[in-house]
């Protein structure tokens, strides 16, 4: 029964440092001895100094300073630091893949790896309900299934939604299901998309994970495929959508060349024009989200060939302004 209080003790004593100590709050050994003694634990200086060393020796960091004549401890290194669970807090709470009831108990599970003090920083300044997410709640239970099925090598079966222009949400093509073979979950420009080979359309597509019903597990093994890279088909395919897959050179203003570098990576060709411009030849889907990417330059980027490309590019300007 005295070995069982003892572990109770210390294990009491590991979670208040946890939870109510930090770089900046430290506690005394007679406010320690209060609180453990408010808790049912009757102990003695000797006591606290004993458990502190047996939860360093257990590889915990209590750091114990001086102040006065009395030592003072608090929680050292945890496994994050502030600024990588700041980083992670921003990350959940800007996400429109998660939805907002989601993304508030993601944050107080990050905020309950480090003290009360600094999880209180953490969240002084997030409102998740003040985003545009994803309504979608089933999301993490349909990664979940995606995941297994792509371990276990077997199609996957599910609906998808879209949207009337009353922005009532509605299943596709009459509640159709797409059956997949699914290769692998991407994230990419802040959604999740499983990548697959579809049975209907014979080649890899993409779908949105938040537009998805829950998916069904079928017996059926997958359609393998050896030469999926799923870095390329997000650079190629997920950022510019379908479309035929060709080679594109764009002559670009030099201020562009940031954007350039953020849309298609730091290893495509580029070559220098002049002293104001470059050109890069960049392998894309071209599709209206890529045409529609180049307008948004307001001519710092514009399509030098292929004349076909220019040619599509051209038409789709004209029927945005009626022209068509």
């Not at 102040?67 to 990350?91: C, I, Q, W």
């Not at 309504?135 to 099925?149: E, H, Q």
Request: glycine fraction near 4%.
């Amino acid at each position: 029964m005295r070995f069982m209080t003892s572990k109770s003790r210390i294990l009491f004593l590991l979670r208040y440092l946890y939870e109510n100590t930090d770089d900046e709050h430290s506690i005394s050994t007679n406010d320690l001895i209060t609180v453990l003694s408010d808790n049912g634990f009757s102990v003695r200086r000797k006591t606290v100094r004993d458990d502190v060393e047996m939860l360093c020796d257990a590889g915990y960091e209590i750091l114990v300073d001086r102040e006065g004549k009395t030592n003072v401890y608090h929680f050292g290194s945890r496994t994050f630091e502030l600024p990588e669970l700041k980083m992670l807090v921003d990350a959940v709470s800007s996400s429109r893949f998660i939805n907002a009831k989601k993304s508030d108990a993601l944050i107080k599970k990050l905020t309950s790896l480090t003290s009360k003090y600094e999880a209180k920083e953490l969240t002084a300044r997030i409102f998740t309900a003040e985003r545009i997410k994803a309504d979608n709640g089933k999301i993490f239970l349909i990664t979940d299934l995606v995941s297994r099925a792509i371990e276990q090598g077997k199609k996957v079966s599910f609906q998808y939604y879209d949207y009337l222009p009353t922005m009532k949400k509605i299943l596709r093509n009459n509640g159709e299901r797409y059956v997949l073979s699914p290769y692998a979950l991407i994230w990419s420009e802040d959604r999740y998309y499983l990548v697959g080979y579809s049975d209907k359309r014979k080649t890899l597509t993409p779908f949105r994970v938040d537009r998805m019903t829950l998916p069904k597990i079928l017996e059926e093994d997958a359609v393998e495929n050896a030469a999926f890279n799923p870095a390329d088909f997000a650079n190629k395919v997920i950022q510019m959508f379908s479309g035929t897959e060709q080679m594109v050179t764009l002559r670009c203003k030099n201020n562009a060349m940031r954007s350039v570098i953020d849309k298609f990576g730091d290893h495509i060709q580029v070559n220098i024009m002049d002293d104001e411009h470059f050109t890069a030849q960049v392998q894309v889907q071209t599709s209206q989200t890529f045409y529609g990417w180049v307008f948004t330059f307001a001519g710092e980027i514009e399509i030098m060939e292929p004349e076909s490309v220019q040619k599509e590019y051209l038409a789709m300007a004209r029927k945005v302004i009626g022209q068509e």
